[in-house]
């Protein structure tokens, strides 16, 4: 079993910034890919970044330019820098890791006011 512990959501004004992070702990081989999804109220989960174990990155076109991914496999974790938030980008957070299954996080609420 793997466990992902994830944390840095918030409330933030339009135009703000927060960094999320997920840290993987538990019975870990081999991670392929971390990455984020998240979920607004009445809408269904959707990919925001995924970053591979080599390093390879993939966006939503929604938080391109804006949100950056990056990992560090030492410590098993990945993060998320999320710049220019915009009120759309209110969601539920989930952490997501794919070692020989697929694991969620319980996920971190991001508020954007406008």
């Known amino acids: 079993q793997v466990q992902l512990a994830e944390s840095g959501g918030g409330l933030v004004q339009a135009g703000g910034s927060l960094r999320l992070a997920c840290a993987a702990s538990?019975?870990?081989?081999?991670?392929?890919?971390m990455g984020w999804y998240r979920q607004a109220p009445g809408k269904q989960r959707e990919l925001v970044a995924t970053?591979?174990?080599?390093?390879?990155?993939n966006y939503a076109d929604s938080v391109k330019g804006r949100f950056t991914i990056s990992r560090d496999n030492a410590k098993n974790t990945v993060y998320l820098q999320m710049n220019s938030l915009k009120p759309e980008d209110t969601a539920v957070y989930y952490c997501?890791?794919?070692?020989?299954?697929?694991?969620w996080g319980l996920g971190t609420q991001v508020t954007v006011s406008s």
């Open positions: 970053v591979a174990s080599g390093g390879n990155t």
């Open positions: 538990g019975s870990i081989f081999r991670i392929n890919i």
């Open positions: 997501y890791c794919l070692t020989l299954q697929g694991y």
